[in-house]
């Protein structure tokens, strides 16, 4: 007998009663790589199942953005019914493109998170271009790191 | 996880539980051990198993008296080592007793803290070295509350910042030990900080950086280290505060709330309100470590109260508005059903250094993170920076303990 209503719901007991159903993956995300470091550690993480995840390249000047196999796309359009992106980056060559993925995320209200990868001043770099624009940064991030992030956004 | 505790010193009891030589024995569940604790006629503490290695009688029935504790049973006497010292039923000089040793772990008071390790004894590191429990008795406090649930998911609701401006909205306007900072309007004003995580030689560094005047951002910076130690971000010149989280088994976990002031005196107000629940620390029922508010009276929720806007939850006090909602997910939340979002990076990442050194410790025999006393010499921070500023960069001093230097704050 549980003398309150808290005590006998926080009960393991209890907990076998949690409604059990699959999470359906709610985010519909794009993971932009910004410069080839950052590509290549894309690139491993795209041969991964995921669920929604779409995965790009840019940063260069075209403004365009790439997907792995190479076909171009408009950034706008690549961003079309996202609701997260996660920017990977090891340097500020793609700040340009950073801050356009900002705007464009700031305008339609996608969540962004930045993803520094390694660390020294090539990274401080990318951290200043990606600071304003991301949601969330993680600094001197490794690949696992970025795994872990995706995995738990479940995208 | 258990081993991986078991490379730290980790909090066992308040000093208070064994308050003077010869006194009471004190039951201590720790890493799903029974022990007991008792503090010999020369003032050594002890911790070692509950029961008698004899016919396993609970030593908390044992008489501490004459530099150990004795099994009223039959009589067996330890020292504060577990070493049996007295066999009565054997021949005088016997040396039965020699061979028979409970298992016991040093307990070491630092601050008003008693202190154990619990792993192999070739590899104890030195002792802790928090800021908390180093400056002058007058200048800290410390409690400790029981909270039925898995220490993991009350500890991220250490690094969980973005929940401070919902759930703990009342206690921003109302708290002694919180209110009137300048930093608090900016935290109402802006309730969608951005975050950073940063790696730190012990663990992590967590930036929230809210919208300050013009061009510039308030930053609160938040420490964790390995395996559960975090600070909470000051504010104003109130007390610094912080939590230890020690899992007594896997349902259960002692959370210890430290408010100190790095260069002055706690006033007599600002005790007085943390020994009254106020601030981090939760009002208990006399005489033990439960708090008042708890599960079994529904934490005493107050509708009412949450309807004139007193409290954001119904539940009164930020210790146990964080401890009603982290029991209320279950003794082991199910964290395949969880749905995080990037503001919960810090939660992400800390789950994944715990993972990690847990793994290089098994595999490879790693001492992880938070070990080395160094690590223990953070603070957290609360400063407001051009917008241009890394708060890393501008902050390398302020979350480094620098005994006679205040805390940064705003
Ligand atoms: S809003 Fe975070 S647990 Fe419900
Ligand atoms: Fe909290």
């Known amino acids: ?155 | 996880m258990g081993e991986l505790f078991r490379q730290y010193w980790i909090p066992a009891l308040l000093a208070e539980e064994l308050p003077e030589n010869d006194c009471p024995p004190v039951r201590v569940k720790l890493l799903s051990e029974r022990m007991v604790a008792f503090r010999d006629s020369e003032g050594r503490y002890g911790l070692v198993d509950e029961f008698c290695a004899h016919r396993g009688a609970s030593l908390w029935f044992g008489r501490n008296e004459g530099s150990g504790l004795r099994c009223p049973y039959h009589g067996w006497k330890y020292d504060v080592t577990g070493q049996c010292v007295e066999v009565p039923s054997e021949a005088d000089n016997s040396s039965f007793c020699q061979n028979v040793q409970l298992t016991s772990y040093p307990l070491v008071k630092i601050g008003d803290v008693l202190w154990t390790y619990m792993g192999d004894a070739a590899t104890q590191p030195p002792l802790p070295e928090f800021e908390w429990i180093h400056v002058p008795a007058e200048q800290t406090y410390t409690s400790k509350r029981w909270q039925q649930c898995n220490w993991l998911q009350a500890f991220e609701g250490g690094i969980d910042s973005s929940h401070v401006t919902f759930l703990h909205s009342g206690g921003l306007k109302t708290d002694p030990l919180f209110r009137g900072a300048k930093g608090n309007e900016y935290n109402m004003n802006d309730t969608k900080p951005f975050f950073e995580v940063a790696d730190s030689d012990g663990g992590l560094f967590v930036g929230a950086r809210r919208n300050a005047e013009e061009g510039k951002y308030y930053w609160r910076i938040t420490p964790y280290v390995m395996p559960a130690f975090t600070m909470v971000p000051p504010r104003g010149d109130h007390p610094v505060h912080g939590h230890f989280w020690v899992p007594i088994d896997d349902e259960n976990c002692w959370t210890y709330s430290f408010d100190y002031h790095p260069v002055r005196a706690l006033t007599e107000t600002e005790r007085q309100a943390m020994i009254d629940g106020h601030g981090v620390h939760s009002k208990n029922i006399p005489g033990t470590y439960r708090p008042v508010a708890n599960m079994d009276n529904d934490y005493l929720i107050d509708r009412e109260a949450q309807k004139r806007g007193e409290t954001y939850s119904g539940v009164a006090g930020i210790a146990m508005q964080d401890a009603s909602l982290q029991e209320s997910m279950g003794p082991i939340v199910d964290r395949t059903k969880e749905r995080l979002v990037p503001a919960d990076s810090g939660i992400i990442k800390a789950r994944q250094k715990l993972r990690k050194a847990a793994v290089a410790l098994r595999d490879e025999g790693v001492t992880p993170p938070g070990v080395d006393p160094e690590h223990h010499r953070v603070r957290s921070a609360a400063v407001v920076l051009p917008q241009a500023e890394s708060f890393l960069d501008s902050c390398r001093d302020a979350v480094k303990v620098t005994p006679g230097v205040p805390q940064t704050t705003v």
């Open chain 1, 1 to 155: 007998m549980h003398v309150s209503e808290s005590a006998r719901a926080a009960s393991a007991a209890e907990s076998r009663f949690r409604i059990d159903v699959p999470i359906a993956p709610a985010r519909a995300a794009r993971v932009v790589a910004l410069d080839e470091r950052a590509a290549s550690v894309a690139r491993r993480l795209a041969e991964r199942p995921w669920a929604h995840a779409r995965f790009y390249t840019g940063g260069a000047a075209d403004g365009l953005l790439h997907e792995l196999d190479g076909t171009a796309t408009p950034l706008e359009e690549a961003l079309t019914g996202s609701d997260v992106v996660v920017v990977l980056a090891t340097e500020d060559g793609g700040r340009a493109t950073a801050a356009a993925i900002g705007r464009i995320c700031g305008r339609r209200g996608i969540t962004t998170a930045g993803v520094v990868l390694g660390d020294g001043f090539e990274a401080d770099d990318a951290i200043a271009a990606l600071r304003p624009y991301a949601r969330v940064l993680l600094l001197s991030a490794d690949e696992s790191d970025t795994l872990e992030l995706l995995t738990a956004l479940r995208v």
